[in-house]
């Protein structure tokens, strides 16, 4: 079992930052792929970036590509979701994911845990 802790979230104004953390406990991280995921109020569950479990590789959706950046830290067992430039449609509850599987999924349906989310809300 991997138990999965989001902190970082809070208000922001448009154009500021962010870091979203995700601290697993309960095994190594370093064995499972990680992603984050967003919900708006009002709409489905939608991936945001994701993470291979070697961190060779990273994957974005196209409405974050650029601003945000995905990262993990083996050694903290922890994975980061710096948040930049943001805008408020980036307002949502952020949920952190682990998948044990060999390939990279943004489908929510291939990932084993969740954390309890953490609220992020920008303002314009």
């Known amino acids: 079992q991997v138990q999965l802790a989001e902190s970082g979230g809070g208000l922001v104004q448009a154009g500021g930052s962010l870091r979203l953390s995700c601290v697993a406990s309960?095994?190594?991280?370093?064995?499972?792929?990680m992603a984050w995921f967003r919900q708006a109020p009002g709409l489905e569950r939608v991936f945001t970036a994701a993470?291979?479990?070697?961190?060779?590789?990273?994957y974005y959706d196209n409405s974050v590509k650029g601003r945000f950046t995905i990262s993990r830290d083996t050694a903290k067992n922890t994975v980061y979701l710096q948040m930049n430039s943001l805008k408020p449609e980036d307002t949502a509850v952020y949920y952190c994911?682990?998948?044990?599987?060999?390939?990279?999924?943004?489908?929510?349906?291939?990932?084993?845990?969740w954390g309890q989310g953490t609220q992020v809300t920008v303002s314009s």
């Open positions: 993470i291979h479990w070697s961190g060779a590789t990273t």
């Open positions: 309960g095994r190594p991280l370093g064995n499972y792929n």
């Open positions: 994911a682990a998948d044990s599987s060999q390939y990279v999924h943004q489908t929510e349906s291939f990932y084993e845990y």
